[in-house]
């Protein structure tokens, strides 16, 4: 596995807005969306292409086109949802599949809510989208659901990160590359990222 951290000045200034906390719902969920975008040029830089030839108002061109290789986002409810659009923008043609776990409060193990990923999972590069890696627990539930479902090729997009949630997906996915725009310091208490920038979900959706 790998953990990339993506330096981009774009990305590391609207990382900054986000984590103001005067930055009001509407741009956050606007920069939420840009930044997802942003991400997404990044983690799918290793996408194959063919050569084709196109016409052009003046001639014939060779160029490259997308490899037939198919895409699937996935949403981790629910600030997931936040980066949907962003990275829709850039890929149109990719299928989302969502999921939503609950920490069942007697064993503490994530239990699946609700799953529905499309039928072919199994020929798509996945792409997990969940804002903040903090425990891990989430995300690394959400890396097995998938697999469960037959997902074979996954990534991870994450906007913050911390070492625990980092350490516990390496342990339990070393197959799942993770992209994030930086790693902070730990978690507090009540497994918030420190500094980080609050609860995203709440932060994206004007739920406090
Ligand atoms: N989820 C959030 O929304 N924020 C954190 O800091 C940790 C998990």
């Known amino acids: 596995?790998?953990?990339?951290?993506?330096?981009?000045?774009?990305?590391?200034?609207?990382?900054?807005?986000?984590?103001?906390?005067?930055?009001?719902?509407?741009?956050?969920?606007?920069?939420?969306?840009?930044?997802?975008?942003?991400?997404c040029y990044?983690?799918?830089?290793?996408?194959?292409?063919?050569?084709?030839?196109?016409?052009?108002?003046?001639?014939?061109a060779k160029s490259k086109v997308i490899a037939g290789k198919k895409l699937a986002f996935v949403p981790v409810l629910r600030a997931?949802?936040?980066?949907?659009?962003?990275?829709l923008r850039l890929v149109p043609a990719a299928k989302v599949a969502h999921i939503g776990l609950y920490r069942d409060p007697e064993?503490?193990?994530?239990?699946?809510?609700?799953?529905?990923?499309?039928?072919?999972?199994s020929e798509r590069d996945c792409i997990i989208l969940d804002p903040m890696i903090a425990t891990?627990?989430?995300?690394?539930?959400s890396a097995q659901f998938l697999k469960n479902y037959g997902a074979r090729s996954i990534k991870l997009l994450c906007i913050l990160a911390a070492p625990p949630g980092l350490e516990k997906l390496e342990k339990e996915h070393p197959d799942v590359d993770i992209f994030t725009c930086a790693i902070d310091g730990g978690l507090d208490a009540h497994a918030y990222i420190i500094p980080g920038l609050g609860d995203a979900g709440d932060r994206i959706f004007g739920t406090k």
């Open 107 to 121: 064993t503490l193990q994530p239990v699946e809510y609700f799953c529905k990923v499309p039928p072919d999972i």
């Open 136 to 141: 891990g627990g989430t995300a690394s539930a």
């Open 42 to 60: 990044e983690a799918t830089r290793d996408l194959t292409l063919d050569e084709i030839e196109v016409e052009t108002p003046l001639g014939f």
């Open 1 to 39: 596995m790998g953990v990339t951290v993506l330096e981009h000045p774009l990305i590391q200034h609207k990382l900054t807005l986000l984590r103001d906390k005067s930055t009001g719902g509407k741009e956050f969920r606007e920069v939420v969306g840009e930044i997802a975008m942003l991400m």
């Open 80 to 87: 997931g949802l936040g980066m949907v659009d962003g990275m």
